[in-house]
């Protein structure tokens, strides 16, 4: 009987389903994401399997220890707003280089972490220009979800439908819903490369960094910024917002140093989640709140166990036809695309700095062989500055009052007469 008590206790139904559904949509709504970063980097299959061994690796130690320390329902995950930054900044670069900025971005993390200028780092660079930022770089994904119903209609509008719907009648399975109906269609339609596919365990890849300057700069510093400003600021607002007081910088210190130990084998980002997190933090994982977290160390177990399983989920994904591959990735960015735009656009002092990064970034332009990323925010960076000079930031023309309407034209028309 005390046998039973312990195992209910350690493992409650809700807890467990709860990480469960966490990870599954985690995984379906991302993991082409970094099969595809990997894949731009030039990376074999033995190497795309080693980058989800040690995303998971990190990503369950990280969560257990932290969501055992604090007791709060602290979810750990790779960026998804990153490994789309890497699949427009990653050709071109070798593997090694690509590791030096992984490198490169979780000692950031890390530093932000120790020295506790997390916050005031982050205020240097307005929440809207980093949504902005982040938008520019998921601006081709938006459109590549649509571009491919010209070539694949019978796959991708399916794969559309099935989400509207879902996300109508079914919210939190709304990605899974889509990529259901996507399989079933690509099914129907072929081009599954079923021989590909095979059952093996992940094993550790290490590849020693090289660190070249122009991609320090185009990758490094915009993985960064995009992983803190999008990732890290709502996973501690999804916190706060569920009443766990949880402190910020030890945070940043153990996911920083996780990504910094394990960059090496692939880990490009780690940082804290948002909409999983969301999941493990709500009533359905426990309805004791004190008790949440659980639902966080179950998540953990399950990702490791994706982590193991790494080679068969990248040679899984690399046996999916490419418009599902593409169809779920741009579904799978659709919200974080809507709250990104929204966030730039809602500040109307900064909506003109803002519009700018957001289109130097989409533009994909390439200068000094540095990426749109850094050119975006620059640019962002540049406008503000130059608009708020003098400490007085422009603003737009507020409409005169109907009063002074009225004796405005009265005048012009006199002026005119």
């Known amino acids: 009987m005390m046998a039973m008590d312990r195992i209910r206790a350690a493992a409650p139904p809700t807890a467990v389903v709860a990480g469960l559904i966490a990870v599954t949509v985690g995984v379906t709504s991302s993991a082409a994401l970094i099969f595809t970063a990997a894949k731009a980097a030039g990376a074999d299959s033995r190497e795309i399997s080693s980058w989800m061994l040690a995303l998971s690796v990190g990503m369950a130690c990280t969560g257990i220890g932290l969501s055992v320390r604090y007791r709060a329902p602290v979810v750990i995950a790779w960026s998804t707003p990153g490994a789309a930054l890497l699949i427009t900044s990653l050709n071109g670069v070798s593997m090694a ?75 939190r399975y709304a990605v899974l819903l889509a990529l259901a109906a996507g399989i079933v269609a690509t099914v129907f339609t072929g081009g599954w490369h079923a021989e590909r596919v095979r059952l093996s365990v992940a094993t550790p890849v290490f590849v020693t960094p090289e660190f070249d300057w122009k991609v320090l700069i185009s990758v490094g510093v915009p993985l960064f910024v995009v992983t803190m400003a999008s990732q890290n600021l709502p996973g501690v607002a999804v916190l706060r917002g569920a009443g766990y007081d949880v402190p910020v910088s030890p945070l940043m210190t153990w996911t920083g140093a996780a990504n910094l130990l394990l960059a090496p084998f692939g880990a490009y980002g780690l940082n804290l989640a948002a909409i999983t997190a969301a999941i493990c933090t709500s009533e359905t994982a ?132």
């Open 97 to 171: 280089q690509a590791v030096g900025a992984f490198v490169f971005s979780g000692l950031l993390i890390l530093a932000s972490g120790v020295t506790g200028w997390f916050a005031r780092a982050m205020d240097r660079i307005p929440v809207p220009m980093a949504a902005a930022l982040l938008a520019g770089v998921l601006l081709q994904f938006g459109t590549g979800l649509f571009t491919t119903m010209h070539s694949s209609f019978a796959v991708a509008f399916p794969m559309f439908v099935a989400y509207l719907l879902g996300r109508r009648l079914l919210p």
């Open 286 to 417: 426990h309805p004791d709140r004190r008790k949440r977290y659980i639902a966080a160390v179950w998540a953990a177990v399950f990702y490791l166990c994706v982590g193991v399983l790494g080679a068969t989920v990248a040679s899984l994904l690399d046996a999916m036809p490419h418009p599902l591959v593409l169809g779920i990735a741009g579904i799978g960015l659709l919200a974080t695309v809507t709250s990104s735009l929204a966030t730039a656009l809602s500040d109307a002092a900064s909506r003109e700095a803002a519009v700018v990064t957001f289109l130097a970034t989409a533009s994909g332009v390439t200068l000094l062989g540095i990426g749109s990323a850094f050119w975006g925010l620059l640019a962002g960076v540049l406008t503000s500055v130059i608009l708020s000079a003098g400490g007085k930031q422009r603003k737009p023309d507020a409409p005169a009052p109907p009063g002074e309407r009225r004796q405005g034209a009265t005048e012009r028309t006199r002026m005119t007469a």
